[in-house]
């Protein structure tokens, strides 16, 4: 099976600051990948998929890249709303495997 | 409105079975499978498999094969997720959410506000 492993598990930044996720999968899953944002107590949120194309009603300070094996997530200027936690998901084959999760926090 | 509702919360003790629902409103059932997702307290998203309504056809990560069983009724554009014999390790919050058949890259975008399952003695 496919494990997707993220990185840093948490990060603290400042308002305005370009903050950076990474995803990585154990094998390749071309541009398969999509990221979720969770935000406390709530529902999980889609923000991107096929690596790189934002969801409908995104912020543009979200963007994502990769290919292959390794994928990241981007938010160019860091917002107090953008506090949650992010996920990454292989959404090819059979298992759909999600990533541990990115906790973003503002400091 | 697209919607998927899910059941209310359920309180139960170990060795009891359940199933909670998902019912789907505002498209059409069967164009879309039905993914069932688990988040322990305080833990992450873990996917736990899939059903296609249209024919019940069902997928399971192997961490949740044989522990679970997840059906359809597309008759009443419902989704469930059942188990025979509950453990305090089920407990968490389940939601399902909904991916098109007809888009290989376009993941889960709609999703349930969540079934809450507590499982004690």
């Known amino acids: 099976d496919i494990q997707m492993t993220q990185s840093p598990s948490s990060l603290s930044a400042s308002v305005g600051d370009r903050v950076t996720i990474t995803c990585r999968a154990s094998q390749g899953i071309s541009n398969f990948l999509a990221w979720y944002q969770q935000k406390p107590g709530k529902v999980p949120k889609l923000l991107i998929y096929a690596a790189s194309t934002l969801q409908s009603g995104v912020p543009s300070r979200f963007s994502g890249s990769g290919s292959g094996t390794d994928f990241t997530l981007t938010i160019s200027s860091l917002q107090p709303e953008d506090v949650a936690t992010y996920y990454c998901?292989?959404?090819?084959?059979?298992?759909?495997?999600f990533g541990q999760g990115t906790k973003v926090e503002i400091k | 409105e697209v919607q998927l509702v899910q059941s209310g919360a359920e309180v139960k003790k170990p060795g009891e079975s359940l199933r909670i629902s998902c019912t789907g409103s505002?498209?059409?059932?069967?164009?879309?499978?039905i993914n069932w997702v688990r988040q322990m307290p305080g833990k992450g998203l873990e996917w736990m498999g899939r059903?296609?309504?249209?024919?019940?056809?069902?997928n399971y990560s192997p961490s949740f094969q044989g522990h679970v069983t997840i059906s359809a009724d597309k008759s009443i554009s419902t989704a469930y997720l059942q188990w025979s014999s509950l453990k305090a390790s089920d407990t968490a919050m389940y939601f399902c959410?909904?991916?098109?058949?007809?888009?290989?890259?376009?993941?889960?975008?709609?999703w349930g506000q969540g079934t809450t399952v507590t499982v004690s003695s």
């Open positions: 998901q292989k959404c090819n084959s059979a298992s759909w495997t």
């Open positions: 959410a909904r991916r098109t058949k007809f888009d290989s890259f376009y993941p889960m975008d709609v």
């Open positions: 505002g498209y059409t059932f069967t164009n879309y499978w």
């Open positions: 059903i296609d309504p249209s024919d019940s056809d069902g």
